[in-house]
């Protein structure tokens, strides 16, 4: 059988949904939505918090980095399909196809670890009010957040070199949407023992012990709650929880769901869908669910677009997407 290492292969060929044309036309345009209103939520919440010098502070400074990570991790694995669904060609060479495998997934192993910081963050101001400035000064913030960009970097440095050192089987067709490392995976014909043990390690890293210092931490914040002696303080807070875990949960089950699943459990086209929701859904929730029901949020919003005249409209059509969501 002929066999070919990666690096000769010069473009690979992208099925994502074209046994589906029907699928297809849908599924381009509920990304459209999704990207776009992902760059305005985002955009719009990291110009707030470097404007507004009343939101210079450290659950802003990582929502900031949060909405950033979502911005490159969105546009990493949407726009080359967008891209290729307007041109017709669903190609991409290997250097495109290596830098989106690396970028996509960097980011979202990067958001794996700030998530578990932002919960941090969340339980220390709840829990020890008046000890945060004194914890989350402003130097532990950026050693927390370069200590989460690093993380997502270096493993994902490791799981894509790995990968683009092993041979193929003369196939350069990926039964996905976009260079995905496991579906570029299923194209190599030689012993994947090694790499997908460093991949198990890695996930579990990643994925199992940053949801397992959320769920402690989020359980010391509703044990705080539950103190409250304010029926309206601790319905707020309750309420505010429930969002957050709600885009936890989400983020974090379809990623377990697609690098933790049984090796017996294979389907391709529930792991594009899964894909399209952990990769376009929760970072359009993000800053709707953080932030733009944030109070403080949304008093910077006014001040920053009440001289202009689509400010209104903009803040009501945010206001409108926020109520819409949690219903």
């Given at each position: 059988m002929f066999q070919a290492n990666l690096t000769y292969v010069t473009r690979f060929f992208l099925l994502g949904f074209s046994h589906y044309p029907k699928v297809e036309v849908i599924v381009f345009v509920l990304c459209l939505l999704m990207y776009l209103i992902t760059l305005l939520g985002n955009i719009i919440l990291i110009s707030i918090t470097i404007?507004?010098?009343?939101?210079?502070?450290?659950?802003?400074?990582?929502?900031?980095?949060?909405?950033?990570?979502?911005?490159?991790?969105?546009?990493?694995?949407?726009?080359?399909?967008?891209?290729?669904?307007?041109?017709?060609?669903?190609?991409?060479?290997?250097?495109?196809?290596?830098?989106?495998?690396?970028?996509?997934?960097?980011?979202?192993?990067?958001?794996?670890?700030?998530?578990?910081?932002?919960?941090?963050?969340?339980?220390?101001?709840?829990?020890?009010?008046?000890?945060?400035?004194?914890?989350?000064?402003?130097?532990?913030?950026?050693?927390?957040?370069?200590?989460?960009?690093?993380?997502?970097?270096?493993?994902?440095?490791?799981?894509?070199?790995?990968?683009?050192?092993?041979?193929?089987?003369?196939?350069?067709?990926?039964?996905?949407?976009?260079?995905e490392i496991l579906a570029v995976l299923k194209l190599v014909c030689v012993d994947t023992s090694m790499v997908e043990l460093i991949m198990l390690v890695i996930t579990i890293f990643l994925l199992p012990m940053p949801m397992l210092l959320i769920c402690i931490s989020y359980a010391f914040i509703l044990s705080n709650i539950l103190r409250i002696s304010s029926v309206d303080g601790r319905s707020k807070a309750f309420s505010t929880c429930a969002a957050h875990l709600t885009v936890v949960v989400l983020f974090y089950g379809t990623a377990l769901s697609m690098y933790l699943k049984p090796s017996a459990v294979d389907s391709q086209e529930i792991d594009k869908f899964i894909a399209l929701v952990y990769g376009g859904l929760t970072p359009m929730l993000n800053p709707i669910i953080y932030s733009l029901r944030n109070k403080e949020v949304k008093a910077a919003m006014k001040k920053l677009l009440i001289r202009n005249p689509f400010g209104t409209v903009l803040i009501s059509a945010l206001n409108n997407i926020g109520a819409s969501t949690l219903i």
């Open positions: 404007l507004d010098s009343h939101l210079h502070k450290p659950m802003y400074f990582f929502l900031s980095n949060l909405s950033f990570l979502d911005i490159w991790y969105t546009s990493s694995a949407f726009t080359p399909m967008l891209a290729n669904f307007v041109s017709g060609e669903n190609t991409i060479s290997f250097l495109g196809c290596a830098a989106q495998m690396y970028f996509s997934l960097a980011m979202g192993s990067t958001e794996c670890v700030l998530l578990s910081m932002m919960a941090y963050d969340r339980y220390v101001a709840i829990c020890n009010p008046l000890r945060y400035p004194i914890i989350m000064n402003k130097r532990v913030c950026v050693q927390i957040a370069a200590g989460s960009w690093v993380t997502g970097c270096l493993t994902t440095l490791v799981e894509t070199v790995y990968v683009l050192q092993l041979s193929l089987c003369g196939n350069n067709t990926i039964n996905h949407f976009a260079c």
